[in-house]
């Protein structure tokens, strides 16, 4: 059986992540892979009714915090963790630099309070080491292009409805994050065509040795 692998997607609103996390899904099908495709907050119906609140409601950073890792200790447990004993491609869109991001750096939460959500929450049966993705794809766009980008785009929630200085502090959130860890993750240019785009994604599997070039014939994303 194939070893399960734990990709997930980060970038502001705008950068144009979703579009490619569908596409990647594609290829690793026509991989003859397993693929659980699935968001944060959200992904069991715990998590979502947990990510309505947060997206929508208003609440103090603390609260924030307590429910986005609450949605994601549901999803971990019953989402994630049986994905990957069963051998699936989880692909996930944001995971928990997001919190380190947006509620860390754009909305200036207290970073050791997540860490230590991060240690309680991910930690592994029977292990003392943390769940962390395999790889995190980061789509890093200039906030000043991704705000151009989101302008009439659809109904803004509490995160997308934030002045370009929030968006600011969050890229540097992922910047920091990526130093932290630089052995998890690629760091997408986000500001070039679609199709560019995918292709630095392509690039990346490949070189990985994860999908091969012909894994990618229909997964169509160039068009
Ligand atoms: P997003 O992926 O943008 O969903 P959609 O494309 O449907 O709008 O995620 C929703 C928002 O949630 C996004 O603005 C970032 C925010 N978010 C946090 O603030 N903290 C987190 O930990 C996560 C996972 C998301």
């Not at 659980?36 to 997206?55: D, F, I, Q, W």
């Given at each position: 059986m194939a070893k399960g692998l734990f990709i997930s997607f980060e970038g502001i609103d705008g950068a144009g992540k979703s579009t490619h996390v569908e596409a990647l899904a594609r290829a690793f099908k026509q991989a003859q892979r397993r693929v659980?495709?699935?968001?944060?907050?959200?992904?069991?119906?715990?998590?979502?009714?947990?990510?309505?609140?947060?997206?929508n409601d208003v609440m103090d950073p603390l609260t924030e915090a307590l429910l986005i890792f609450s949605a994601r200790r549901d999803h971990l447990k019953n989402m994630i963790e049986p994905a990957l004993e069963r051998g699936d491609v989880v692909l996930c869109d944001r995971f928990t630099d997001a919190t380190f991001a947006y509620q860390g750096h754009g909305r200036q939460f207290n970073l050791e309070v997540l860490s230590q959500l991060e240690r309680w929450v991910q930690q592994i049966e029977n292990s003392t080491q943390l769940r962390q993705p395999d790889m995190t794809l980061w789509f890093s766009l200039d906030p000043s292009i991704a705000a151009k980008r989101l302008v009439g785009a659809r109904i803004p929630d509490r995160f997308e409805s934030q002045p370009i200085d929030f968006f600011q502090k969050v890229h540097l959130g992922y910047q920091s994050r990526m130093n932290a860890s630089p052995q998890r993750f690629v760091c997408i240019n986000a500001d070039q065509t679609k199709e560019q785009v995918w292709g630095d994604v392509v690039t990346t599997m490949t070189q990985k040795q994860w999908l091969l070039a012909h894994d990618f014939l229909n997964s169509g994303q160039a068009s």
């Open positions: 659980t495709l699935t968001r944060e907050p959200g992904g069991t119906p715990l998590a979502e009714k947990l990510r309505n609140m947060v997206l």
